[in-house]
C-alpha cells in the first residue's frame, strides 16, 4: 500500500466513523424548545462539530490501523474476497505468459 492508498484508506474510514459519531447525543431544537424560524424541530440545537471530529479522530485511527495491517500483511487478499472465481490464479496467469 503506498502513501495515496494509506491516506485515501484513512479519509474513507474517518467519513464513515464520522457518519456514525455525528447523530450521538443529538439534541434537535424541538427538544430543546428553541426552534429557529425557517429550520425543522429535527435540525440540532447544538451541533458540537468539532467535538465529534475530534471523537472521530480517536476511533478512525485504530480503525485504519487494523485495516492497515491486514492490508500489508497480507492475511487477507483481493483474491480471497473472489467469491465467483473471476480472477485468475497467480498460476494460470504465469501459464498464459509463456
Known sequence: ???T?????FAVVWFMTFFIVLPLRLTTQGEAGDVVP???????????IGRKARITTYW?????AVLATVILSGWISVRDLDWFDRMAT???IQDTSN
Open 60 to 64: 478512525a485511527i485504530p480503525i485504519w
Open 38 to 48: 425557517g429550520t425543522h424541530k429535527s435540525a440540532p440545537a447544538d451541533a458540537q
Open 90 to 92: 497467480p498460476q494460470s
Open 1 to 3: 500500500m503506498g502513501i
Open 5 to 9: 492508498s494509506a491516506i485515501v484508506l
